[in-house]
């Protein structure tokens, strides 16, 4: 796919009325920790980091549609895109573009009103169909050359606020969000 320009991109992000995300790879670094509870079941342990919290929250405070679609499932995952006011949680899907289809039915969208952030080959089939394709930084190359826009920050380190903050500035949006912490 072909790389953006900062002009192109910028008019492609103010259309945006849903983001949408993966979980391991783009919220986290990746990394899974399991150990077994006092039960004998195993649990999945994942970090997600605060700035890419926050920036979920403006959005979605601010009328954009946030999700997630995740081929892995965590009921911590599920909490915490709870309390981040997520408005689509989707795991254990990895036909990841029928879930797209319906979240634009559900937020009755067009394709090219969403942006989808990911990292690895089960991406793709979202990252070809969205208005705009973003790749975390530390994706896979076939990710990367899918997207019409690479973060700088990797995956789990601040990624998901990065683009948060450019489709916020992009719609007017940022100066309101500053000004709350003034």
């Not at 259309?15 to 079941?41: C, P, S, W």
């Not at 969208?109 to 080959?121: S, T």
Request: net charge positive; hydrophobic share 45%.
């Amino acid at each position: 796919m072909k790389r953006l320009s900062p002009r192109d991109l910028t008019a492609r992000l103010r259309r945006v009325r849903v983001v949408l995300m993966d979980v391991d790879g783009v919220l986290t670094n990746g990394i899974l920790y399991h150990f077994v509870d006092t039960a004998g079941k195993l649990v999945e342990f994942k970090g997600m980091h605060s700035q890419d919290s926050i920036a979920l929250d403006w959005l979605a405070g601010l009328g954009i549609k946030t999700g997630i679609i995740s081929g892995r499932i965590s009921q911590g995952v599920a909490e915490r895109m709870k309390t981040l006011k997520m408005s689509y949680v989707y795991q254990h899907r990895l036909d990841k573009k029928t879930v797209f289809a319906e979240i634009c039915r559900a937020a009755a969208v067009a394709p090219k009103d969403v942006l989808y952030i990911g990292d690895d080959i089960q991406d793709l089939p979202v990252l070809r169909a969205v208005g705009v394709a973003v790749a975390v930084s530390n994706a896979r190359p076939e990710v990367r050359a899918a997207a019409h826009w690479i973060t700088r920050r990797p995956g789990g380190e601040g990624a998901v606020r990065e683009v948060a903050e450019a489709v916020l500035k992009s719609q007017g949006l940022w100066l309101g969000v500053l000004e709350r912490f003034r």
